[in-house]
T-cell receptor, first 115, second 114 residues
Framework: DGGITQSPKYLFRKEGQNVTLSCEQNLNHDAMYWYRQDPGQGLRLIYYSQIVNDFQKGDIAEGYSVSREKKESFPLTVTSAQKNPTAFYLC??????????????FGEGSRLTVL | GENVEQHPSTLSVQEGDSAVIKCTYSDSASNYFPWYKQELGKRPQLIIDIRSNVGEKKDQRIAVTLNKTAKHFSLHITETQPEDSAVYFCAASRLSGGYNKLIFGAGTRLAVHP
């Protein structure tokens, strides 16, 4: 069954701790993205990656880090420098645009709560 | 920076009525405008999209219109049903290369009452 898998679905963290959210896709998509969703603010782009070993900052990258060592995987680390990390995090992927629509395929999300 | 504004933030209609959600974008180079639907507790899913070389696109009960001059696009849902209740997001981007850097609006919570 092809798709994007995010884990964990729920995560609690104490202040000052780093936490890593997992995102794996078996759609053979080249590009992957991380968005943050807060009530009333829509989806805001944190980081995106076009190919392996390359990634770019989005609009709200401060306090976050990513890696792209494999095409299938794009983990997000929420560091202690992120001042307001409690949010719903969505990972997405898209195929190379030629011949495709531009659609982003989303995972089911990870809800992070900082205690 | 690039921005997408979406209105209204909430919309309540009776079953069978039409619903209209409007968005404006700031980047005049944007050429791709999708709409995503997110049901409660679920992932966002694409319902319709339009490219800048087209003024209108329709798929059954949903349609999207685009006015490039005004940098404005809208989602129209006709004959609404309770299962249309969800949060709807508009987005805009410049489609090029190997990625699609979508900028999303803040969302519209649509409630369809039986």
């Amino acid at each position: 069954d092809g798709g994007i898998t995010q884990s964990p679905k729920y995560l609690f963290r104490k202040e000052g701790q780093n936490v890593t959210l997992s995102c794996e896709q078996n759609l053979n998509h080249d590009a992957m993205y991380w968005y943050r969703q807060d009530p009333g603010q829509g989806l805001r782009l944190i980081y995106y990656s076009q190919i392996v070993n390359d990634f770019q900052k989005g609009d709200i990258a401060e306090g976050y880090s990513v890696s792209r060592e494999k095409k299938e995987s794009f983990p997000l680390t929420v560091t202690s420098a992120q001042k307001n990390p409690t949010a719903f995090y969505l990972c997405a992927s898209s195929p190379y645009l030629r011949g495709n629509t531009g659609e982003l395929f989303f995972g089911e999300g990870s809800r992070l709560t900082v205690l | 920076g690039e921005n997408v504004e979406q209105h209204p933030s909430t919309l309540s209609v009776q079953e069978g009525d039409s619903a209209v959600i409007k968005c404006t974008y700031s980047d005049s180079a944007s050429n791709y405008f999708p709409w995503y639907k997110q049901e409660l507790g679920k992932r966002p899913q694409l319902i319709i999209d339009i490219r800048s070389n087209v003024g209108e696109k329709k798929d059954q009960r949903i349609a999207v219109t685009l006015n490039k001059t005004a940098k404005h696009f809208s989602l129209h849902i006709t004959e609404t049903q309770p299962e249309d209740s969800a949060v709807y997001f508009c987005a805009a981007s410049r489609l090029s290369g190997g990625y699609n850097k979508l900028i999303f609006g803040a969302g519209t919570r649509l409630a369809v009452h039986p």
